[in-house]
């Protein structure tokens, strides 16, 4: 009887060993196993730059786009009617650029006289592509107020105090400019229904004025206009 005992106790210590293996269940993961998913796409959120998503604040839809208008101080010199085209003044406009006055024209002959655009201060978007029209070259656009019933027209004026070529901005959208802005991306067609006036005058995108370091750019009376 001594090796038939000596062999159950073997066989019993053996099964007692296994048992926590037998009994653990199967589907149990290890703690390695339990954090590589939360891991992998973690690193895959790294490989993506860490975009933020347009509810963690990272979309701006067009207003992201609004540092890329370059709008001046300048002062118009000379003014002149279109000799093609009734409708249309034919000014130069002092941007403080050392090349010299730039041309513009503007369908402003049925809203104002010449003498009342003479040697006024003015904004103008400065880097749009030059583009004739009737066969004059305008090389920028002066921006203006019209009224929601379109009874008046009245000019978007920098401060005082603001010196010529002085860039206009919008608060939080300040970076550089665009050298000049692509026309097939329309840009400008894109923004421009944003553009306002607020019930003092002050000329806005949305909720943002106009503004240099001189203060904001207003037109003379015109509330809840366009700014075209």
């Known amino acids: 009887s001594g090796p038939a005992t000596m062999l159950a106790a073997v066989v019993a210590s053996a099964a007692l060993s296994w048992a926590p293996t037998l009994l653990a269940p199967h589907h149990a993961p290890s703690p390695h196993t339990r954090h590589a998913p939360v891991t992998a796409l973690a690193a895959k959120a790294k490989r993506k730059g860490g975009k933020k998503s347009p509810a963690a604040g990272g979309g701006g839809g067009v207003a992201e786009e609004l540092h890329k ?10 003014v002149e009617r279109h000799s093609e085209a009734d409708s249309l003044y034919v000014e130069e406009v002092d941007l ?6 730039r041309r513009v024209v503007s369908g402003l002959v049925k809203y104002m006289t010449a003498e009342a655009l003479l040697g006024r201060r003015v904004v103008l978007l400065a880097n749009t592509k030059p583009s004739k029209l009737k066969g004059v070259e305008s090389q920028a656009m002066l921006l203006c107020a019209f009224a929601a019933d379109g009874s008046a027209v009245e000019l978007v004026e920098p401060p005082p105090g603001a010196p010529l070529g002085e860039r206009v901005v919008f608060d939080g959208h300040d970076a550089p400019p665009e050298k000049q802005l ?3 991306k329309k840009l400008w067609d894109r923004l421009q229904p944003e553009m306002n006036t607020a019930p003092d005058g002050t000329a806005r995108f949305q909720q943002l004025p106009f503004s240099t370091p001189h203060g904001p750019c207003k037109c003379a009376s015109i509330a809840g206009g366009a700014i075209k």
């Open 96 to 101: 403080g650029e050392p090349t010299g006055p």
């Open 69 to 78: 208008l370059d709008l001046r101080v300048g002062r118009v010199l000379k």
């Open 182 to 184: 692509n026309p097939r």
